[in-house]
């Protein structure tokens, strides 16, 4: 009886000291954002290859669109990386439900790749987000633009706005990227 006792309080002990070994946040998915740094050839290829069949799509449309979302006075390398996070999410945000609006079959099937990149992209930086900056109060260059954004969704046809988000989709890429950095770029 004594054997089986000493038994299970080696046990808890040990038990006991493996758990302080080991935190529970050293369990916790890391944030990193590196793979960003230097986006793959093929993604790159993927969405160079869907901007120009939107392109030539909207050479055959007449929109006429007011919305200059990705036309600001300040650079991302000026804001700090918590803010350069939140304008990065809201452009991915932008960009994915963009890809994800009805189209023709053959554009359908061109943006399925870049949607699929973008939408992880967006995964890993609103986790990072959570762990690195969770109750991150944007500066007011990035509150401004941010109610830009809001004020577009609101005013601006779908159309517009899906052109907007493919025709600068090289842009927020670089925006992600310097992001990533975590430290000043150009």
Known sequence: MLHLDLTLLLA???GSGLGAAFPQDALKKSCSLSKYQFLVPHE???VQKMKEQFEDIMLLSDRKCNTRLFHR?????ELLVPDRMVLVEA???????MLGLPA?????ETRQRPLAFLTQAREDLRGCMAMEAPSHQPSGKLRH?????QTAKKTETPG????SAIL???QVLNDLRCTALREQCT
């Open 12 to 14: 808890l002990v040990l």
């Open 44 to 46: 790159l290829k993927a």
């Open 73 to 77: 006075k300040w650079r991302i390398a």
């Open 91 to 97: 452009e991915l945000a932008l960009a994915t439900a």
């Open 104 to 108: 023709a079959p053959s554009f359908a």
């Open 145 to 149: 633009w941010l109610q830009k954004l």
């Open 160 to 163: 517009c706005l899906e052109a």
């Open 168 to 170: 600068h989709l090289f």
